[in-house]
């Protein structure tokens, strides 16, 4: 997931389950987006409509329906929960 996210950094971003806890920053919780990223092993996702309108390397790209519940907050800004680290014992 985080290779998708640099790899689309130019696109509005957000994920129904991002990478948390860990010092890398993660996109947005969110459904409501225009395209859906996923493993070509896997299904199609139930919100996707039509065929995959793009294939990239082992990844699938559909295009989501319209109006999912939940809200649009997808976004170019990447979100950093870690507010700090600590290095060693104390």
């Given at each position: 997931?985080?290779?998708?996210?640099?790899?689309?950094?130019?696109?509005?971003l957000c994920s129904q389950r991002p990478v948390l806890n860990t010092d890398y920053?993660?996109?947005?919780?969110?459904?409501?987006?225009?395209?859906v990223l996923v493993d070509r092993d896997l299904r199609k996702p139930a919100d996707a409509v039509g065929a995959p309108?793009?294939?990239i390397s082992v990844y699938s790209v559909y295009r989501l329906k319209?109006?999912?519940?939940?809200?649009d907050?997808?976004?170019?800004?990447?979100?950093?929960?870690?507010t700090?680290?600590?290095?060693?014992?104390?």
């Open positions: 997931m985080l290779w998708a996210g640099y790899l689309l950094s130019g696109e509005r920053p993660h996109v947005p919780i969110s459904r409501a987006a225009d395209y309108v793009m294939q319209r109006g999912l519940p939940g809200g907050r997808c976004s170019h800004a990447m979100v950093q929960t870690v700090g680290a600590t290095f060693g014992r104390r």
